[in-house]
C-alpha cells in the first residue's frame, strides 16, 4: 500500500470518527460463545423432547421450507432491484429533478407491496421480510445519493454509484466510497457464512419451538383480551430477547461484514458500538445500530435542524419516522398495517432525555436500566402484533 493509499484510508476514518464518537472494535467473542452454547442447549433439548414424544430423534424442517418459499425467486429479486434503483439514480444524476425522485420513490412503494402480496402464497414469511427490508434499505440509498449530488457542485462523473448499492454504507459519501478495494479474505468469508447459518438455525429453534407454542396458547385463551395479552406477553419476555441476540449478531456482524468481505469494502468497524454497555437509551440508540443511526442522522435529525426545527421536534421526528420505516417493511410483510413500532420508538424519547435529568441515576443504574427496558420492549411489540393481527380469529371474554 502507498503513502497516497494510505492517505486517503486516514481521511475516510477520519469522516466516520465525525459521525460515530468511538470507532473502537467491541468485542464480540462472547456473542459467539453465547450463540453456540444456546445452540447446543437448545439444540439438544429439542431433540430429546422429540425423542419422548416420538421415540426417534428427528427436527421438523417443514416449518422451515415454508418460510424460505420463494428463494430462489427473492435472489432474482435482489439483484434486479439493485440495478432497478441503479438506473433511476443513474437517469436522477443527470437531470437532478426532485419531481423524478418523489415519483420514482411512490413507485417503489406501490411496487414493494404488488409484488409481495400479488400472490400471498408464492414467498414465504422469511423471503418477504428479505425482499421489503433490502428494498427499503435501496430505497434510502437512492435518498442518500440524490441529496448528495442535488446539494454538490460536484461533477456527475465523479460518482461511485454502483460501488455504493453494493457496498454495506447508507449515507453516500463519494470520499467515503474513494478507496482501492482491500484483498478478501476466504477464512473471513467461510466464517461470516458458517456463523451466520448457526444464527438463522438457532433463530428457527426458538421461533418454532417456543414461539408458536406461546401464540396458539395465545389464540386459543378464553380470558379478558387484557388478561390473555399480560400472559402472552410475560412469557414472551425470555424468549425475544434469545432471539434478538442472534438476529442483531446475523444481520450487523455477519451480514454486514460478509458484504463488506465480498465488495472490498474498507474493514471501519462502522455497523455497531459496544450498545451492551450503554448507560443510557440515548447511547443506545447510537450504538447498537450504526449503520441505519448514520442514516438517520444525516438525513432526517440534521436537515430538520437545518431549515429550523428545534432539537426536541428534530428528534421527535426523527424517531417517528424510523418507526414508520420498521412499520412500512412489517405491513409489506403482513398485508396489515400496525403502528407498534412506531409507538415504542416515539416513547423513547423521554427515555433518551433521561441522563440529562438525572445524571446520578444513570451512571449508577443506567445500564440496567437499559437492559429492562430492552426485554421489556421486545416482547411487547411482538405481543402487541400478533393480537392486531389476528384480533378476529380469537374469542375473548370481555
Known amino acids: 500500500m502507498n503513502k497516497n493509499q494510505t492517505k486517503e484510508i486516514k481521511e475516510i476514518k477520519e469522516i466516520f470518527q465525525k459521525q460515530i ?10 456473542v ?8 447446543l442447549i437448545l439444540g439438544l433439548t429439542i431433540l430429546f423432547n422429540e425423542k419422548s414424544k416420538t421415540g426417534k430423534f428427528t427436527v421438523k424442517i417443514d416449518y422451515f421450507l415454508l418460510m424460505m418459499k420463494g428463494t430462489h425467486f427473492v435472489v432474482i429479486l435482489y439483484f434486479g432491484l439493485i440495478l432497478v434503483f441503479g438506473i433511476m439514480m443513474k437517469i436522477n444524476l443527470q437531470i437532478r429533478s426532485i419531481t423524478f425522485y418523489i415519483v420514482t420513490q411512490l413507485l417503489f412503494i406501490v411496487f414493494n407491496f404488488f409484488v409481495i402480496h400479488f400472490d400471498p402464497n408464492q414467498f414465504g ?5 428479505i425482499i421489503a427490508t433490502h428494498s427499503t434499505l435501496l430505497s434510502m440509498k437512492y435518498h442518500s445519493f440524490t441529496i448528495f449530488y442535488l446539494r454538490s457542485s460536484v461533477s456527475k462523473k465523479e460518482n461511485y454509484l454502483w460501488r455504493f448499492l453494493f457496498a454495506p454504507l447508507l449515507v453516500y459519501s463519494d470520499k467515503t466510497l474513494k478507496f482501492q478495494p482491500k484483498r478478501r479474505e476466504f477464512s473471513r468469508i467461510i466464517s461470516q457464512i458458517v456463523l451466520g ?18 401464540f396458539e396458547q395465545a389464540n386459543q385463551c378464553k ?19 434469545l432471539m434478538w441476540f442472534p438476529m442483531f449478531y446475523f444481520l450487523f456482524h455477519c451480514w454486514l461484514n460478509l458484504k463488506a468481505e465480498l465488495v472490498g469494502f474498507l474493514d471501519l468497524n462502522s455497523f455497531y458500538l459496544d450498545w451492551w454497555k450503554s448507560i443510557d ?43 414508520l420505516l420498521h412499520d412500512f417493511i412489517i405491513f409489506c410483510i403482513s398485508g396489515k398495517f400496525h403502528p407498534w413500532i412506531t409507538l415504542i420508538l416515539v416513547l423513547q424519547i423521554p427515555l433518551v432525555s433521561l441522563n440529562i435529568f438525572f445524571p ?18 421486545i416482547s411487547l411489540v411482538l405481543t402487541a402484533y400478533h393480537f392486531s393481527q389476528n384480533s378476529q380469529e380469537m374469542n375473548f371474554n370481555f
Open 21 to 30: 464518537p468511538d470507532l473502537e472494535k467491541p468485542e464480540m467473542n462472547w
Open 32 to 39: 459467539v460463545n453465547l450463540g453456540i452454547a444456546l445452540y
Open 125 to 129: 414469511l422469511a423471503s418477504k421480510a
Open 197 to 214: 447459518i448457526m444464527c438463522m438455525n438457532l433463530m428457527y429453534l426458538i421461533w418454532v419451538f417456543q414461539f408458536l407454542p406461546i
Open 223 to 241: 380470558n379478558s383480551l387484557f388478561i390473555c395479552i399480560v400472559e402472552t406477553w410475560q412469557k414472551l419476555i425470555p424468549f425475544s430477547c
Open 281 to 323: 437509551h440515548g447511547q443506545f440508540w447510537i450504538k447498537w445500530n450504526a449503520y441505519i443511526n448514520n442514516w438517520l442522522k444525516e438525513h432526517l435529525y440534521k436537515d430538520f435542524r437545518r431549515v429550523g426545527f428545534p432539537r426536541f421536534w428534530s428528534l421527535f421526528l426523527t424517531f417517528f419516522i424510523s418507526g
Open 360 to 377: 446520578r441515576f444513570t451512571r449508577k443504574f443506567g445500564n440496567l436500566f437499559v437492559w429492562i427496558s430492552i426485554f421489556i420492549g
